[in-house]
């Protein structure tokens, strides 16, 4: 450890430099503070003050050696040095001046005392205070703890209250399996021990947002029936210098003491990302990601305390993490597939009341793309909606309409398009769906809808996936490019003229067909070459390219060329099937929402 500690300062210390502060302030301030106000004459000025009859009272301080009086009003103090002068108290009495021995109270004793003795008191006190709260953060350590400052918010989940297990996690099997040897070492690390094995530290549970981490490392505390301890990163960058570094500090000592025991760190790129030595880089992240460095090499392998971390962003941690001893088990937790779907679905709609003959199959296929959250999302929006409409069961329907809410938004309800407007729309939904169709590669419809979504989305067409997809052929990805063209394609078909509303298919299809080029070698010229790398696996997947000007000039002539080549593809298809494409969209303007195999019935028709 290279943090320099600083000695510690017995309170004692702290109080006597309020006591001196304190005294110090009576004699200096408050002298200064109560004279302001007193008006120092000449003793000529008083005697004829005196005679004028200006004065109202007289207070003569024999032994400051002064007079002290107010005028008629007593409104102002004037003071005088006093002078051998033995008529004074005769003149004054003439002039039927009253005079006193004693002070004139220019504040009221309770005053006077609060303002020299307690308010300063309940100054210092604070000051005190705030800097030994500085000054022991910094010294960390036991004395800190019994302040209670610098304490992590580490929350300790008892298990009876919280009780995941893997049940609860549906899909995810090879992260169950995985983590299931963690369960195991927990129930009986003596059978690790005995062998020499020793278990890894940390696990870093990667993965997209929503995919249930938080709730696998959950349910891995749930099966070991261990204390759960949960941070989440960006906590631990905060407001003092130092107070990061100290949260962990305190987190492995909790977790020390209750071993074995689970530690989750969510978000761990907040503290994780790479050092790159960057001048007024981040101080306190760094901080506290050596802090967090140094406590996992301070413990050795065995003591039970297992550190599970989630991120969505595996690739901008930093190197010193992930290498061996510290987080060297990565465990991928990714977005379910059909299966998993069904299974997610099923484990949420459990806990609301679904008609029987639900077919959860349908809504996973439907859901294609969905992450845990969204599902779980989707469950609950039904079972809202059945409410909405006064049924006791969530429906087939309200399930449908529900995951078209979560993807989609909500119904616009008053959203008002003209005639035009819709039919335009009709037309683009339809020129999506019959290129899909007649493309034979395409997954078939399942819904085209016109109604306006919350999102924006003036309508929109979903397919269905019939199964798992690991891998795409060149010429199923050029279907796909020549799906999102077809709406365009539509409306220049029949219309001749195009409008705003493929903004977002144009989007879509340039990222693929930029993908195919720069990613997945099917360009023309490029064979094999990687010119891009990703970025963001688990958000959104940007990729930067990593190439000469002249050849990024090149990749987008290929791209423009690529896409160019299917939206004329989606415009012959189009006009091959004119008299169909009239039917559908007239069938859906009046409609406004049609299934797959209504489309299906009328294209073979
Ligand atoms: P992450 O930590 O990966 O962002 P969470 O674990 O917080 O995601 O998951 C959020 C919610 O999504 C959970 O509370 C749960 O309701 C739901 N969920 C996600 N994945 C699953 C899953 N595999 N099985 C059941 N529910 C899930
Ligand atoms: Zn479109």
Redesign the pocket.
Known sequence: MNEVKRPKKPLIYYYGIICLALILFNLLAMPILSERQIKEVDYGTFMSMTENGEIGRVEIQEQENRILFTDKEETTVYKTAMVDDPELTDRLHQADIPFYGQEIQQESPILTFLLSWVLPLVVFIAIGQLMSKKLMDRAGGANAMSFGFGKSNAKIYVKSSEGIKFS?????DEAKENLTEIVNYLHDPTKYQEIGASMPKGILLV?P???????LAKAVAGEANVPFFSISGSEFVEMFVGMGASKVRDLFKQAKEKAPCIVFI?EIDAIGKKRDGQMGGNDEREQTLNQLLTEMDGFEGNNGVIILA?TNRPESLDPALTRPGRFDRRVP?EL?DLQGREA?LK??AKKIKVADDVDFNRIARMASGA???EL?NIINEAALRAVRDGRRFASQSDLEESIEVVIAGYQKKNAILTDQEKWTVACHEIGHALVAAEQSHSAPVQKITIIPRTSGALGYTMQVEEGNHYLLTQEELENKIATYTGGRAAEEVVFGTSSTGASNDIEQATKLARAMITRYGMSQDFDMVALATVQNQYLGGDASLSCSPQTQAEIDRQVVELVKRQHEKARSILMEHREKLDELARYLYEKETITGEEFMRILQS
Do not use: F, Q
């Open positions: 609860d996690v549906a899909g995810e993965g947002p929503g995919t249930g981490k938080t709730m969510d989630a937790v379910p997610i484990v949420h992450s845990g959250a779980a």
